[in-house]
């Protein structure tokens, strides 16, 4: 059995398009069901069987995947607990996992940035809500400004709205929220997309099956990039 560990949320939104299209098995309830754990069988792609139906795969060519907190993938994957997983770079910055990095599955794109009020766009940072602590405190120390971090785990936009912090450090992909809530980007850090990863043991032990997994993902990869070269630019 070959276990997977994804990032709820968007991340997994944009990845099982890309797994489907890489002939690797994925549920076909995923979107119907609130479980975490489902079994697939990768002898015969869509063939699936969750975790709450009627019945187990227990065949050697099982593939579970574990849908998890996008801060607990890298965890996940570290203890060994998945053999591979899939989470934004912006969060294995932040965690520094011991664990390999694969590939770069270019979905799921957005940028770690800093944002506040205009009216503080020209005022020195003071206070800094985050979910990236590490982060936010690497690229403020490289700015020379000493700031105090206000950890949060959600909506984090809220905390400059309300005047906890005169900035946040968190990831944007459209700026709609920001927007919506008066905030606006004053520097974009640093860009973000979804990254295979490998527990390093796993690597070892079972390098066939994620060779063969990540092999597949990135001749999907390519194929989207080909695609998205022979539309061109947009025209705005």
């Known amino acids: 059995m070959l276990t997977i560990a994804l990032a709820k949320g968007r991340t997994a ?14 549920p076909q ?6 479980a975490l754990v489902f079994e697939v069988s990768s002898a015969s792609a869509h ?3 969750s975790r709450d139906g009627t019945a187990e795969n227990t065949d050697a060519n099982t593939i579970r995947y574990l849908l998890a907190k996008p801060a ?3 965890t996940y994957v570290h203890f060994g607990v998945a053999d591979m997983g899939v989470v934004g770079k912006d969060v294995l910055l932040e965690s520094d ?7 770069d599955l270019e979905v799921a ?27 936010a405190e690497q690229y403020f120390r490289s700015q020379g400004v000493a700031i105090d971090i206000v950890p949060l785990s959600g909506s984090i936009e809220l905390a400059a709205v309300i005047g906890l912090t005169d900035r946040i450090f968190d990831l944007v992909q459209t700026g709609k929220t920001l927007a919506a809530n008066g ?27 994620i ?26």
């Not at 309830?29 to 609130?34: H, K, L, Q, Y």
């Not at 980007?185 to 043991?201: K, P, Q, T, Y």
């Open 13 to 26: 939104d944009d990845l099982w398009p890309l797994l489907d299209r890489a002939g690797v098995a994925i």
């Open 29 to 34: 309830d995923v979107d119907e069901s609130r």
């Open 47 to 49: 063939a699936a069987l």
């Open 72 to 74: 607990d993938v890298p």
């Open 97 to 103: 996992s011991d664990i390999y990095e694969l590939l």
């Open 109 to 135: 794109r957005c940028a770690l940035c800093v944002a506040g009020p205009p009216e503080e766009r020209d005022k020195r940072p003071r206070r800094i809500a985050t979910k990236y602590p590490k982060l």
């Open 183 to 209: 905030l606006e980007v004053f520097d974009r850090v640093r860009e973000s997309s979804a990254r295979l990863i490998a527990n390093r043991g796993s690597y070892r032990l079972k390098r066939q099956q």
């Open 211 to 236: 060779e063969s997994v990540a092999k597949s993902l990135e001749a999907a990869v390519q194929v989207e990039r080909a695609a998205v070269r022979c539309q061109g630019p947009k025209v705005t």
